[in-house]
């Protein structure tokens, strides 16, 4: 089973691994979605709806630039449509953007507890709602849909709240719409399952958090990697799971972890969160 022809909706997809994942798909010829914000370049923060979009057909699919912000109902349900418009439906949903503030609670103003909520958890519901008519179609077509939450295995142990209660708080919030997704939708053919890396990432936006050595880091790849086994699965058996990138890459054989190094030859990555 490959993606050929299927339509991929992925949140935050201008950069980073959400860039990483469309550009794996795209390599089989799938279309993707980049559903995203930025439109035009930021100094800070490489990368745009359009130069991903760009990215993806050099790398052999066809994309669809939507500026979108999954925080609002209106923008992601106008994106949802045009996907729809463009490519006959939508096959697979990767809930790939999300915020991050790694703070204690009198460091974490209101504003910022609110975007965490409102595009972590808000915005991974509304993009699962807006997109359920078409992933039905999808299932109803034999065409194996998905959806993908980039949110960590559920842990209720007090270490994983107590330095960011707020984050933590928010990325479970991701979790448990797979938890109950993945039953919700079960009965309709559709899968939902979640992936988290087991070391950090070396993205644009883990470069802006203070005292992170990107050298000490994965590349973004292993994700996709990992990703595309998920959604290349059975969606009538692979269904609320919590994989972790390089455990599941080593059930499927990979035994070669150094390409997704940042720098060859490192032996001990910073880890990253959530996972026991």
């Keep these: 089973m490959n993606l050929k022809g299927k339509t991929l909706f992925i949140t935050g997809a201008s950069r980073g691994i959400g860039l990483a994942i469309a550009k794996r798909a795209a390599a089989d010829g799938a279309n993707i979605v980049i559903a995203a914000k930025t439109a035009e370049t930021n100094p800070k923060l490489p990368g745009t709806i359009y130069s991903a979009a760009a990215e993806v057909e050099a790398a052999g699919g066809q994309a669809l630039a939507v500026q979108c912000d999954i925080r609002e109902e209106a923008s992601v349900l106008a994106a949802v449509a045009q996907a729809a418009q463009r490519f006959g439906g939508i096959d697979i949903l990767v809930n790939n953007a999300s915020a991050i503030s790694l703070t204690p609670t009198p460091m974490t103003p209101i504003k910022r507890f609110d975007l965490m909520f409102g595009v972590n958890v ?93 050298k000490l880091c994965r590349k973004p790849e292993i994700l996709a990697d990992a990703a595309y086994f998920i959604l290349t699965s059975d969606a009538k058996t692979t269904s609320g799971n919590f994989f972790i990138d390089d455990a599941l890459l080593a059930e499927h054989g990979v035994t070669d972890f150094e390409p997704y190094s940042v720098t060859p030859g490192t032996q001990h990555f910073i880890p990253d969160f959530f996972v026991d």
């Design 122 to 214: 808000r915005g991974t519901y509304l993009c699962t709602q807006a997109c359920l008519a078409e992933l039905i179609k999808s299932a109803k077509a034999g065409r194996n849909p998905h959806v993908l939450n980039m949110s960590p295995p559920l842990s209720m142990r007090e270490h994983w709240f107590k330095p960011h209660v707020a984050y933590t708080m928010a990325k479970y919030g991701m979790s448990e719409c797979t938890l109950g997704h993945a039953g919700e939708f079960r009965p309709l053919g559709i899968a939902v399952n979640s992936l988290w890396p087991r070391t950090a990432i070396a993205t644009a936006a883990l470069q802006m958090i203070p005292g992170v050595d990107l």
